[in-house]
Each structure stands twice: as structure tokens, then as C-alpha cells.
């Protein structure tokens, strides 16, 4: 889905987390790169957000979707009620709400520059997932 209609993550990012480690109600929110505070997915280090794009830049399956957020004054992020940063999309999920095995309830965000392709992109989502 990245790949195809969400063109490499440029119209449409797709997050999933577990449910059941986070707390509705849910905010899109766009902040201050110093501000971010969060452990990116299967890492063990808290980062800031230009940590998270120096970070990124150099993993060769990651460096071409820091270009998406790298020079902008501020960066989106997805929070739950308790404050946790679930994603920095179009980049990275939290480690906080990673899915594992045990997971039985699946929380799916998706951010996106054009509502054609969201709309494309959540319908078939969904569909794989039932």
C-alpha cells in the first residue's frame, strides 16, 4: 500500500498499533522536531525528531521517506489521550504500541495528502485485514 497508491508514502502513510496499549481519543497533531520525544519501532533508544530523520537517513529501506519531513519546521505526529506518540508519519511507528503475537485488537491510522487515495488505500486495508 506505501509503494503503490500511497506512492513510496508521499499521498498515503499507514500505521497499526496495538489497541490495547493505548487510550482514545486519538490527535493529529503537527509540532516542533525538538519536541517529539519517542522510541521509534524495535528501537531501544528515545529519540527527538531530527534524531529520528538522522537516524532514519541512514538505513538504506528508510532514508527516502526522511526526505519527506526532513526540511519542514515542524512535524506530524499521532498521539493517544495519555500523550503517547503512536507515529511521526509518514516516517515511523512508536515502539510503545507495537503489534506482537499476543495482540487482539488492532488500532489502523492513516494520514494522507489526497482523500482519493486514503479512501482507496483504508478500503483495502480493511478488507485484507477481514
Do not use: W
Not at 495519555?82 to 515502539?95: A, Q, R, V, Y
Not at 485488537?105 to 492513516?110: L, T
Amino acid at each position: 500500500m506505501h509503494k503503490n497508491v500511497g506512492r513510496r508514502r508521499k499521498l498515503v502513510a499507514i500505521g497499526t498499533h496495538d489497541y490495547d496499549t493505548i487510550k482514545g481519543p486519538f490527535f493529529y497533531d503537527a509540532v516542533c522536531p525538538e519536541s517529539i520525544s519517542f522510541k521509534p519501532l524495535n528501537q531501544e533508544t528515545v529519540m527527538n525528531g531530527h534524531e529520528i530523520i538522522a537516524f532514519y537517513a541512514k538505513d538504506r529501506n528508510m532514508k527516502e521517506f526522511t526526505d519527506i519531513i526532513r526540511d519542514s519546521e515542524i512535524y506530524p505526529v499521532i498521539t493517544d489521550s495519555n500523550k503517547n506518540i503512536l507515529s511521526l508519519p509518514p516516517l515511523i511507528n512508536g515502539d510503545h504500541s507495537k503489534i506482537k503475537l499476543s495482540t487482539k485488537n488492532v488500532f489502523i491510522e492513516m494520514t494522507a495528502t489526497d482523500l482519493t487515495k486514503a479512501k482507496i488505500a483504508l478500503n483495502t486495508f480493511i478488507s485484507m485485514f477481514s
